[in-house]
């Protein structure tokens, strides 16, 4: 059974940073792409960035030059380093894991981000 376990959400400053934190366990396959997404209460959960196990990256365009995604393989884990937060950032952000070889998405609880002054 797959888990994962997000950590890192908060509340910030506008300008300001946080480092989003997701490890899996009870992967599978080789072939993992893992990502983050978003969700505002009342609006469809939105693909944020993600990574390839090749290390590829996307990007939604409204966080390019702002957020980084990163992943270590040996622990299993997804970094979403976000910078320059603004208001409009706020949400709750969800880690996803794609089993390319199983066929299986997995999602995380999910960590509140809350952008304010």
């Known amino acids: 059974q797959v888990q994962l376990v997000e950590s890192g959400g908060g509340l910030v400053e506008p300008g300001g940073s946080l480092t989003l934190s997701c490890t899996a366990s009870?992967?599978?396959?080789?072939?993992?792409?893992m990502g983050w997404h978003r969700q505002v209460p009342g609006e469809e959960r939105e693909l944020v960035a993600s990574?390839?196990?090749?290390?590829?990256?996307f990007y939604v365009d409204r966080v390019k030059g702002r957020f980084t995604i990163s992943r270590n393989n040996a622990k299993n884990t997804v970094y979403l380093q976000m910078n320059g937060l603004k208001p409009e950032d706020t949400a709750v952000y969800y880690c996803?894991?794609?089993?390319?070889?199983?066929?299986?998405?997995?999602w995380g609880q999910g960590t509140q981000v809350t952008v304010s002054s």
């Open positions: 990574v390839s196990s090749g290390g590829s990256t």
């Open positions: 009870g992967l599978i396959g080789s072939r993992v792409a």
């Open positions: 996803r894991a794609s089993d390319l070889d199983v066929g299986t998405d997995d």
